[in-house]
C-alpha cells in the first residue's frame, strides 16, 4: 500500500485530532504522533546528523563551506528516509564549541517542512566536563533561577513554531550519578542510589516542566534521553505529570518497554537507540564490526519498534559520516556513521537504511500482538549476540 503524506511527514490514512501543534494519541491501540494537520506520525530520526566533531570532514570534503556541508547532508538524510530530527539541529556534547549554525540548520528544516526539537541542555553530558568538575546541584536557588531563565529564552524562539516536536534536555544526564550524588549537600549520599537518583529526577523534571508551562503550554516535553537503567519502574512512575512521553536510550532483554508504559500511561520514545556502534560495555575494534553487521541490526531494531503499539517513535544514534575527530573516538575509537571519511556509502548499511525506512507506515500501522513482538525480540537478542561473539 502506497503511504500518502502531509506536510509534516504524516500519513493521510492514520486521522488523529487537528491540534496546530504536534502531539500524541492513541489510535487503534497504538501510540502515534499526531501532526499539526492531524496525521499520525512515526518519527525516525538520526541522532547527530550535524556535529562538531565533523569539522575536519567539512573540511576535506567541502573545502570549509559551511553551508555547502549543511545542505548537501540534509538532502542525504532524507534521501535515506529519515522523517525529522529528534536531536534537533546538534546535541551540544558533540559541539560545545558551536561549529555548527543551529539558526541556519534550523531554517532549512523549516524551509523544507522538517520537523524538529528543540533542545534545553540543562546538564552537561559527562564526558563534556572539565576533570574534577562535576554537575550542578540542581536544588539550589541559584540553578533554578538558570533553569527559569534558560527556558524563557528558548521557549520564546520556539513556542509559535508547528513544525517544533517538543523540547528535550539532552543526552546522558544520568549517566555516573555516585560522584554528582556525593556532590549536592542536601542529599543524603548513605541512601540507596536509587532513591537519591528519584529524588532528583523528580525535582529536575518538575522545575522544568513548571517552567516550560509558564512560557509555552502547546509543545510537548520529550525530557532528557536517559539510558535505559538510569531509573526504574517506580522513578519512572514518579516522573510521569511532568513529561509527555518516557525517554528511554535502548531497547535490550533486561528492559521491557511494555511494562514501563503500562505501569506509567506513557509511550516510549526509543531516544538513543544504537546504530553505529553495537559494542558491549568493552569496547572491541570497530573496524571488526562490519557495515553488514550494522544494517542487519539496523533493519530489526527499526522492525522491533515499528511493531510495537507502545513505541511512538526512535531516535538512532549514528553521524551521517564517520567521525574522525572529537572525544568519542580519543575515548572509545568509535566510529559511527553511514558513510566512511571519505564520503562514500557504506553499500551493506545505507541501501538497508534506505530500505527499512521506506517502510515506516507499512509496518507501524500494523503493530504485532505479544506474543508475535517477543519473537521479534528474541530473534534481534540474536543477531547482536552474533555480532558481539563475531568482535571478540
Known amino acids: 500500500m502506497t503511504y500518502t503524506l502531509d506536510s509534516y511527514g504524516g500519513t493521510t490514512q492514520l486521522k488523529g485530532k487537528s491540534t496546530g501543534w504536534f502531539h500524541l494519541e492513541k489510535l487503534d491501540g497504538r501510540s502515534w504522533f499526531i501532526t499539526p494537520e492531524g496525521n499520525a506520525f512515526f518519527p525516525v530520526s538520526l541522532a547527530h546528523i550535524y556535529t562538531g566533531n565533523s569539522q575536519p570532514t567539512v573540511q576535506k570534503l567541502y573545502d570549509g563551506d559551511k553551508d555547502v556541508w549543511i545542505e548537501k547532508w540534509f538532502s542525504q538524510v532524507r534521501a535515506l528516509g529519515f522523517n525529522c ?3 534537533g539541529a546538534t546535541s551540544q556534547c558533540r559541539d560545545p564549541e558551536g561549529y555548527v549554525d543551529v539558526e541556519k540548520v534550523e531554517a532549512l528544516f523549516r524551509r523544507e517542512s522538517f520537523p524538529y526539537a528543540a533542545g534545553l541542555f540543562l546538564i552537561p553530558h559527562p564526558n563534556e566536563l572539565p576533570q574534577g568538575q562535576e554537575r550542578p546541584d540542581i536544588f539550589s536557588s541559584a540553578y533554578q533561577d538558570w533553569v527559569e531563565e534558560l527556558v524563557a529564552g528558548v521557549c520564546s524562539q520556539y513556542a509559535d513554531d508547528p513544525l517544533m516536536m517538543g523540547y528535550y534536555y539532552g543526552f546522558g ?5 555516585e560522584s554528582w550524588i556525593d556532590s549536592i549537600p542536601s542529599l543524603d549520599s548513605e541512601a ?3 532513591e537519591n537518583i528519584r529524588k532528583m529526577a523528580v525535582h529536575l523534571y518538575r522545575i522544568v516542566h513548571d517552567a516550560i ?33 518516557l525517554s528511554p536510550q535502548h531497547f535490550n532483554r533486561n528492559i521491557s518497554f511494555t511494562e514501563q508504559s503500562a505501569t506509567t500511561g506513557r509511550a516510549v520514545l526509543v531516544s538513543d537507540e544504537e546504530s553505529g556502534h553495537i559494542f558491549e560495555s568493552a569496547r572491541q575494534n570497530p573496524h ?10 539496523y533493519s530489526l531494531l ?5 511493531r510495537d503499539a507502545n513505541v511512538c517513535g526512535v531516535n538512532f544514534c549514528a553521524t551521517l559520516y564517520d567521525l574522525d575527530d572529537g572525544p568519542l573516538m580519543d575515548m572509545m575509537g568509535m566510529m559511527e ?8 556509502p557504506k553499500p551493506d548499511l545505507v541501501d538497508v537504511v534506505r530500505k527499512a525506512n521506506r517502510e515506516i507506515y507499512q509496518r507501524a500501522i500494523e503493530p504485532y500482538p505479544v506474543d508475535e513482538l517477543a519473537e521479534l525480540d ?4 540474536r543477531a547482536r549476540d552474533e555480532v558481539h561473539q563475531h568482535v571478540r
Not at 213 to 242: C, M
Open 302 to 306: 527499526l522492525d522491533r519498534h515499528l
Open 85 to 87: 530530527a529528534l536531536a
Open 337 to 344: 556513521g553511514l558513510y566512511d571519511w571519505d564520503g562514500n
Open 213 to 245: 508551562r509558564r512560557h509555552d503550554p502547546n509543545h510537548l516535553i520529550l525530557g532528557p534521553y536517559v539510558k535505559e537503567q538510569s531509573f526504574d519502574l517506580k522513578t519512572w512512575q514518579a516522573l510521569t505529570p511532568y513529561l509527555d512521553m
Open 378 to 381: 528474541e530473534k534481534l537478542c
Open 192 to 194: 540507596p542510589v536509587p
Open 288 to 297: 571488526s564490526v562490519t557495515s553488514e553487521h550494522k544494517g542487519r541490526v
Open 173 to 177: 544526564t544520568f549517566i555516573r550519578p
